[in-house]
Every structure is written in C-alpha cells, then in structure tokens.
C-alpha cells in the first residue's frame, strides 16, 4: 500500500513536470531583418516599424507571407519610390511619414504631371476606409471628391460638366460631373442615373465655388494634386498585438497575409504566443517552476517515508491489540465451560430482546436488556462496552459474548 501510493506521487510530479516545459510560450524564431527596428530610406523617405516592407514577408508558425507590422502599412520601394497600396488596390506615392503624429502624406502619382489638366480617377472604385480600422482617413485633415460619369441628364444650370475632351478618352461618354461631397445637389438621383461614381480622398479643402466655370475644367485637378494624410489608430489595433508592444519597447507585432495577429516578435529574435516579450517575468517564472520542481522531488520521498513508518506502527500495534480482544473472549468461553456459555449471532440476539427494546438498566461494563428464549425462558442479555465496537464490526458475528442470564 504505501509503495502504491508513492509510486502515484511520483507519477503526479512527473506529469506536473511535463506540462510545465511543455507550457512554452516559445513557438520558433523568426527572421529580425523582416522588422524595421532600424529606420530605412527609400528615395527621401524615412520608413520604420509600423511600417514593413512588402518583399520582406517571411513564414510566421507556418502563415508564408506573413510580416513585421500593422496591416494596410505595407510599402514598396519601387525604384527609389515609396509606394503605398490603399484598399488593396490602387498605388500611392508616399511624400513623408510623421511616427509623433502617427500619419503619413499620400500623393496620386497620376496626377503630380501639371499638364494632365483634368485627370481622371485610374480606378471604378472608391477609395475609403471603414472607421476605426487601423489605417484611417481623420476627419479633421481629409475630404472626398465624387465623380459622376457618363450621366443621363442634365443637372442645374450652375453645376457644369467635365469640359476636357482628355477626360472622356473619344469614348463617345454622356456628360460627367466632379463635386466635393457635401455639395452635391439633391434630386436627380445622381447615384443611378450616372454609370460610374467613384469617390476618392483629398487634402481637408475649403471653400470651392463648384459653380465657376474653372471648377470642372482644370480647377479640381489642383485638389487632387495636393497631398492628403493616412493615420494608424493605435485604438484599433488588437489587444494581443498591445500587450506584445507594451511588455517591451521592441516588442513587434506579427501578422499574417490576411491582417490575423499571428504572435509576438521578440529581439531575442523568437516568436512567443503569450504577446509578452518580458524576459525578467519569464526569467522569473521559469526560475519560480525550478523551484517548485526541487521542492516537490525532495518532499515527496519524505512524505513517503513518513506514511510508510505510519503504516509500520498501525500494523504492529492495531493488529496486536485485536489480537488480543479476541484472546480475551475465547479465554472467557473456556473458563466458563461448566455454565456451558454459547456463542449467539447479532441477528438472534436482536430477535431474544425484540430489537434492544427494553433496557432494564446500565452496568459498569454496559447496558442490560430484557429477552426471552426460544423455549419462553426469560433472560437478561448485558452488552460489555469493550466489545461493542466488534460487534458492529463483525456484523453478523456476536464475539462480544453477552452475559445471558436465567430469570
């Protein structure tokens, strides 16, 4: 018994062992060249974290493709030209980055030529973001201008349309209109009766009179030459990749193709999935485990020889004192002989006193009750107290020997 209970300790250490290496936070290294800790230069741009570079995606826990930074931040550096793609799908040319203000000033390369007089937008769709994702257009420094083309009809008389023959390619369009967005007129149902509306983001503007002539001539196109800035909401970045940057001021958040917070790059240049790259904290806690572990192991055998010294001691002496209760009765059974005593089951004896029912009263060595025999004799049936523990023990065995006597 005390070596099986031992072995179940030690068992238990070992197990408790096992899960505390197999408790790693650590889930591979990673490539630190693929984090912009050190500031890199792109034609006159500064660039750092956040920011990552689009040919610089590695594998992360098996996500290929994966990068150092948030998403929407990815940059190309294309012939000394910091690109950034917005929406995933249209390019801008980067003109700075300001980390205090956490913004960057954007540029539509297809309209920095001054002799492209009335641009138009390169792509069918709007370029917007949804509020409080990570990257974001402020309210405070960004406009929209919308773009109504080949429309069917005619809108007031102060409203003109797009007068360059550049703008409509030969294409044989209906007219097209460009207004900022919080001038367009109501009525008309601009939305469905134009075939195209793209709505694009500009420098914060002020006043525009859309009803002079040089509006929808030329005059929009200095708008859209003007830069405009992106903003990375701290707020919306998740809480994993917040406590990866909060444990260590080099603490760099993974992410995969798809925006999913992947881990924690750590400068000790390995991935750890509990967002934590505290060294004194996880110093601490292994330390803290080893402890336990040498504690436990050196207890446990104590433990075990102090049950096993338990178990010696209730072996010699628990044994040696039923041995002797029971030695106690067959000596009582022997010296009485001529009185020729008899041994009773529980189950009769409770049948000669109905139960116990009637106590005539208490000795010094137990309770006596009234009975009667089989044969109608009345007789007087005296539990002794030392014996009365076996006799519950036992159950269907009376070894307490109870005194009978003939009334």
Not at 106 to 124: S, Y
Request: with cysteine; glycine share 10%.
């Amino acid at each position: 018994m005390p070596l099986l209970i031992c072995h179940r300790l030690l068992l238990l250490l070992l197990l408790w062992v096992a899960a505390s290496h197999g408790d790693s936070s650590d889930d591979g290294a990673y490539d630190p060249s693929m984090c912009l800790n050190q500031t890199y230069t792109c034609g006159d741009v500064r660039i750092s974290y956040p920011f990552y570079l689009v040919g610089k995606t590695k594998d992360l826990r098996g996500n290929d493709n994966s990068y150092c930074g948030y998403p929407g931040l990815g940059i190309l550096c294309d012939d000394d030209k910091p690109i950034l793609q917005l929406s995933g799908i249209i390019n801008y040319t980067i003109k700075s980055v300001d980390g205090a203000t956490a913004t960057v000033s954007l540029a539509d390369p297809a309209v920095d030529d001054d002799r492209n007089t009335c641009p138009r937008p390169r792509i069918d769709r709007n370029i917007t973001l949804q509020q409080g994702s990570l990257p974001y257009f402020s309210d405070s420094t960004v406009d929209y201008l919308i773009f109504f083309i080949n429309c069917t009809f005619y809108p007031p008389s102060d409203i003109h349309p797009i007068g360059c023959q550049s703008f409509y390619g030969g294409l044989g369009l209906g007219p097209s209109f460009v207004l900022p967005d919080d001038a367009v007129p109501s009525g008309n149902n601009w939305a469905q009766a134009c075939s195209q509306v793209i709505e694009l983001p500009v420098h914060k503007y002020g006043e525009i009179n859309v009803t002079h002539p040089g509006w929808a001539n030329s005059g929009y196109a200095s708008v859209l030459r003007q830069e405009f800035q992106l903003g990375w909401n701290e707020s919306g970045k998740p809480p994993a990749c917040i406590q990866c940057e909060g444990s260590n001021s080099k603490g760099r958040c993974g992410h995969s193709r798809t925006g999913d917070f992947i881990g924690c790059l750590c400068p000790d240049g390995r991935v750890h999935s509990d967002d934590n790259c505290d060294k004194t904290r996880r110093q601490y806690s292994k330390k803290t485990t080893r402890i336990y572990i040498i504690a436990g192991s050196s207890s446990i055998p104590m433990l075990c020889l102090l049950f096993f010294a338990f178990w010696l001691g209730y072996k010699k002496y628990g044994c040696k004192r039923k041995s002797k209760e029971t030695a106690r009765i067959e000596s009582y059974l022997q010296k009485n002989g001529t009185v020729h005593p008899k041994r009773y089951a529980y189950a009769q004896v409770k049948r000669m006193t109905r139960s116990f029912a009637e106590k005539l009263g208490q000795g010094g060595f137990g309770a006596v009750y009234r009975g009667d025999l089989s044969d109608g004799r009345q007789i007087a049936v005296k539990m002794l107290k030392d014996f009365k523990t076996d006799v519950h023990l036992k159950g269907m065995l009376l070894k307490m020997a109870p005194k009978v006597e003939i009334l």
